[in-house]
């Protein structure tokens, strides 16, 4: 059974700070989601990784994919307070037409 | 991009009532379609798989009757509360896997029931 954890679940971090989420999971998969959940809403997709070493940025946010580790990150620099949200990262369980598994998100509240 | 379409955004139902949910698929043909469930802050639990034309799938624990999915086309997959009570009030997600690494999200449904 596939199974995906990340820590920390919560994160209180000061403004301009920077923090790195970690997710690792339990089985092979070359493929690794980021999504952002913001309160009432759905899932906002961040980054897909798909092959070891893959690195991607978008503004402040940088994510990376180790498979042979079974780990991600997700890092975080300078924050502001518009990051604050619920982080999830999400592997499929094989190539092919499956369900993601969800790690349980980390709940980041960025403060002044 | 790949649109999934979700209605209601919410609803509010009387306990013994049922509610219907769609996710349609703009401009894409969603073969397969995922529905989770969200009690509030808590990850996304997958519920069950549908594929166009055929059964869904469910996962452990998931009652069958009383979730009812029917993907009767390649656009619409419907998932039905059934004689919903108060612990089924959650926020349900559909979900379509677009292929080569990507999954496209509704944008959610929030069940209050009463």
Known sequence: ?112 | GAVVSQHPSWVICKSGTSVKIECRSLDFQATTMFWYRQFPKQSLMLMATSNEGSKATYEQGVEKDKFLINHASLTLSTLTVTSAHPEDSSFYICSASLGGGGYTFGSGTRLTVV
């Open chain 1, 1 to 112: 059974e596939l199974k995906v954890e990340q820590n920390p679940l919560f994160l209180s971090m000061q403004e301009g700070k920077n923090y790195t989420i970690y997710c690792n999971y339990s089985t092979t998969s070359d493929r690794l989601y980021w999504y952002r959940q913001d309160p009432g809403k759905s899932l906002e997709s961040l980054f897909v990784l798909l092959s070891n070493g893959a690195v991607k940025q978008e503004g402040r946010l940088m994510a990376s994919l180790d498979t042979k580790a079974r780990l991600s990150t997700l890092h975080i620099t300078a924050a502001v307070h518009d990051l604050s949200a619920t982080y999830f990262c999400a592997v499929d369980g094989k190539s092919g037409n499956t369900p993601l598994v969800f790690g349980k998100g980390t709940r980041l509240s960025v403060i002044a």
